[in-house]
């Protein structure tokens, strides 16, 4: 059923998205979550000239405390994958390869 839902909650959210980027386009800053994970400071530093906002001197610390700048998450997320895909049907598997693509295609 999250399968499914994720799948809904794309395509609601790929609407919305294309409504407001005609609408906001300058307004509007998409960043991908491996991203801001696997290269914090530089997503920081874009999020930041995106507002026209400084960091500050608490911002280092804080990207610490949250774990921030951690080396690829691919690997662990590949045996996750591997567990999904082992525990669901074919109905299901398909679908999530489906999202992933569209996932990968940004």
């Known amino acids: 059923k999250t399968i499914f839902l994720l799948g809904k ?3 609601i959210q790929k609407k919305n998205y ?3 980027k005609i609408k906001y386009n300058k307004k509007i800053l998409l960043t991908k979550f491996e991203s801001l994970v696997e290269s914090t400071d530089i ?3 874009k999020i930041s000239n995106f507002l026209n906002l400084a960091k500050s001197k608490f911002t ?3 990207i610490k405390k949250q774990r921030g700048n951690r080396s690829s998450t691919d690997p662990e997320r590949q045996i996750r994958r591997k567990e999904i895909m082992n525990n669901i049907s074919n109905k299901y598997k ?3 390869i489906e999202l ?3 996932y990968k295609k940004k």
């Open 9 to 11: 909650l794309y395509f």
């Open 18 to 20: 294309l409504k407001y």
């Open 43 to 45: 997503e920081i530093d």
């Open 60 to 62: 280092k610390k804080e």
């Open 94 to 96: 398909t679908k999530l």
């Open 100 to 102: 992933e693509s569209l």
